[in-house]
Nanobody
Framework: QAQLVESGGGLVQPGGSLRLSCAAS????????MGWYRQAPGKQRELVAV???????NYADSVKGRFTISRDTGKNTVDLQMNSLRPEDTAVYYC??????????????WGQGTQVTVSS
């Protein structure tokens, strides 16, 4: 029943930067992992970056070296710093969180998404 709210999307020129923020309605420490996904028109939704409570991060090959996911426990947010943006990064970006509800069950929570458009 937790809620996630994304912000920070917008229009940026190629080579520019944006910082997306995902605000959770409860402590992010309650989630086993949080991440960012994106879906471009005509394409399948894909994982962009994910991080665990231990701080281990993984990235899609297409964004390695350009994007950085980070946690701010005090603000209950997970951010995605996006640098050297390319037109192919244009997509709706979704925040996602996974929370254990039992030893054999988990719940995945999604935000509403925020539009990122990279265009000159």
């Amino acid at each position: 029943q937790a809620q996630l709210v994304e912000s920070g999307g917008g229009l940026v020129q190629p080579g520019g930067s944006l910082r997306l923020s995902c605000a959770a309605s409860e402590s992010i420490d309650s989630f086993t992992r949080m991440g960012w996904y994106r879906q471009a028109p005509g394409k399948q939704r894909e994982l962009v970056a994910v991080t665990t409570r231990l701080g281990i991060a993984n990235y899609a090959d297409s964004v390695k070296g350009r994007f950085t996911i980070s946690r701010d426990t005090g603000k209950n947010t997970v951010d995605l710093q996006m640098n050297s943006l390319r037109p192919e990064d244009t997509a709706v970006y979704y925040c996602s969180a996974n929370q254990l509800v039992s030893v054999r069950s988990s719940e995945t929570i999604w935000g509403q998404g925020t539009q990122v458009t990279v265009s000159s």
